[in-house]
C-alpha cells in the first residue's frame, strides 16, 4: 500500500515529489504477482483509494491525476483503512507513506500503529521537512508498528527515489533481501528497521 499526503503544505515540492514517487511504482512493476494500492488524502475530507494496481500504465495514471489541495492530514482514517484491507490475511506486506505533517491525536494514531505490528502491516515512513513534532510523532509510529521512520531534506529527491526502490526489495524479499543487496538505500532502510519484525 503506498499513501500520499496531497494537502497544501506539499504543493510547493509536489512536482518534483510526484516524479520521486514514480519510483516504487516501476520498482513494482518488475515484480510478478505484486500490486499497488494508491491511497491519498487531502482538502477537508478527501481520501482517495485506488482498486489494486499491478498494471504500470494503471499505477502511474493514478500517481498522475493526484493534485494537493488545503486540509489537514488524515492519517488516522488512512491506518484504519489499511487494517481493514484483507483482514487476517498476509497479503499486505507493507504501508508506505510520504508525508510532511501529523495533525492529529497521538494517542490515537500510537493505537493505531500497534495495531498495524499485530497484523504485520509495518509503517515505511518518508518524511519531508524537518518539523520536529512531525519528526517525533513519525518515528513512534514507524517504530510500534515494527517499520522505519526516514527524514528527508528538500534536496533529497534522488534519495527518496533510492529508498522507495528499497521499499519495494523489502516488501518482496524482507530484511534478506536488503541485507544482500549492498546498496546505500537498502542498508539505510534496514538501520531504521527493528532487529526482529
Known amino acids: 500500500m503506498f499513501a500520499l499526503d496531497a494537502t497544501a503544505s506539499r504543493e510547493p515540492t509536489w512536482h518534483t515529489a510526484r516524479t520521486m514517487h514514480r519510483a516504487l511504482f516501476e520498482a513494482a512493476s518488475d515484480e510478478t504477482g505484486f500490486a499497488i494500492q494508491l491511497c491519498y488524502f487531502r482538502g477537508l475530507s478527501d481520501f482517495q483509494v485506488t482498486p489494486w494496481l499491478t498494471a504500470p500504465a494503471a499505477l502511474l495514471d493514478a500517481l498522475n491525476n493526484v493534485y494537493c489541495e488545503g486540509g489537514m492530514t488524515q492519517i488516522a482514517r488512512l491506518l484504519r483503512h489499511a487494517l481493514a484491507e484483507f483482514q487476517g490475511n498476509a497479503s499486505i506486506k507493507a504501508i508506505v507513506y510520504v508525508g510532511d505533517a501529523c495533525e492529529e491525536s497521538p494517542d490515537v494514531l500510537n493505537a493505531l500503529a500497534v495495531q498495524c505490528r499485530l497484523a504485520n502491516r509495518p ?43 528499497s521499499a519495494v526489495r523489502f516488501v518482496t524479499g524482507g530484511r534478506k533481501a536488503l541485507t544482500g543487496s549492498g546498496k546505500e538505500s537498502d542498508k539505510l532502510l534496514l538501520s531504521k528497521l527493528p532487529s526482529k519484525l
Do not use: V
Open 123 to 165: 509503517l515505511l515512513i518518508f518524511q519531508e521537512g524537518a518539523d520536529p513534532a512531525t519528526s517525533q510523532c513519525f518515528s513512534t509510529l514507524a517504530a510500534l508498528s515494527g517499520g522505519a521512520h526516514i527524514q528527508l531534506d528538500d534536496a533529497s529527491g534522488a534519495r527518496l527515489r533510492e529508498l522507495l526502490r
